[in-house]
């Protein structure tokens, strides 16, 4: 019943599965399809059934290719501090292939934004569409990458909305390294910040000599906050 | 003439481009086109030429949308110690974006490599047709990250050969945190590694709780790798 543990069967199970209702776990056809025929899951393979509320059950195939309970629902720890990764929109950019890679690392929220220098905006019934496709590639990678928290997967919404948030950084050539005092981090379009919204105030961190592409740099510093937080690598010494 | 000054002049440029001759330094007709067209550059923009070697000398546009070299070159130091990321072939699995990314990122050796799992084969013509895919792949992201070093891309091998690299880890969940002391880092197919895979040798490093995409893996390992090796993180301290 212990937070590892619970990470343990999570990690070990052949699958992983967010149901509505963890006191009667059941399976939509989406997912049934997926466990049964995809994955190839045959009765009494280990599946565990989360609520993506932290919240985790440990079950197995049944017969009839459903749900069977084998155990009680254990509450995993909420990873701390929570980490933010913003992403600005942009013109051929891969805003599926960003919030697959935040939520199989592990980032607890996920914002697109508009910048200034964004080429594309989402709007109205467009923001919706594109909203509710996020939504499932989130779904889809927490539970490819067993967490017991789906992320946060906000609206598209503005610069200054994200630059606000308390903790928040900016990506930039020659800015300080990532750090957990800074867990939430704005990455801005291909074309760079404008000089209005670097003066706005949030400081920069960087990622070192290289130009990255916004998606990279996105997955970069998130696979570094996420390292600093599981104590991968510790805070660079300050030179 | 100094080392930092021409990483800035490389991340300061419009553009990078690689040529054969830094001497005279002429555009094929593909990066012509890249520069002219697709990033609209017109004469008078900087433009860094490097040999993939380490060499960068700066140039701008001329009137004919040719390079005209306006300084000598530079050699840029090469990073240490080198980073090698090898990734196993499956199915389904993205090379390109892999390829991409790492090289983006500044890793200086890919390996292509069959693993007991990997479903997929790379073989004669068809070997040759994915290794210089790979290629133009690396070049381009190299230019696009502004690299004084292409990435050395080296042809599909068996898992033997990775596993002799010298400083040879396995991705595992599980084990010790990435390190500079490893600086060669195999990412298994997707199914994992066979039980004599493991056996064989390589110590395991392991990238925290989530359970990743072989890719997303490569990416993270890349990053934390350079970003020990770029001072923006250090070591984990041994708990």
Do not use: N
């Not at 508009?114 to 509710?132: F, I, K, L, T």
């Not at 005092?181 to 949030?202: F, K, M, S």
């Not at 997955?219 to 805070?235: I, S």
């Amino acid at each position: 019943m212990s937070t590892a543990r619970s990470v343990d069967d999570l990690a070990d199970a052949d699958a992983h599965v967010f149901v509505p209702d963890l006191d009667v776990p059941r399976l939509d056809e989406g997912d049934r399809h997926h466990l049964v025929r995809v994955l190839r899951l045959r009765p009494g393979q280990a599946v565990t059934a989360g609520d993506g509320q932290g919240r985790v059950r440990p079950c197995r195939i049944g017969a009839d290719g459903g749900l069977e309970p084998c155990g009680e629902a254990v509450e995993v720890a909420v990873p701390q501090p929570a980490l933010t990764v913003a992403v600005a929109l942009t013109k051929g950019a891969r805003p599926e292939l960003a919030v697959q890679k935040l939520t199989e690392l592990g980032v607890d929220r996920i914002v697109p934004f508009v910048a200034e220098r964004s080429v594309v905006r989402w709007e109205g019934e467009r923001a919706g569409h594109h909203h509710r496709r996020l939504l499932r590639v989130a779904r889809e990678a927490a539970m490819q990458s067993r967490r017991a928290y789906l992320p946060r997967l906000d609206e598209v919404c503005d610069f200054t909305t994200v630059a606000a948030l308390p903790g928040a950084a900016l990506c930039q050539r020659g800015g300080r390294p990532p750090s957990l005092a800074e867990p939430v981090v704005l990455v801005g379009p291909e074309g760079g910040w404008t000089a209005a919204e670097l003066a706005a105030g949030p400081p920069a961190v960087g990622l070192g000599p290289q130009v990255l592409r916004a998606e990279t740099a996105a997955v970069a510093v998130a696979a570094l906050l996420v390292g600093l937080r599981a104590g991968m690598v510790a805070p660079a010494v300050r030179r």
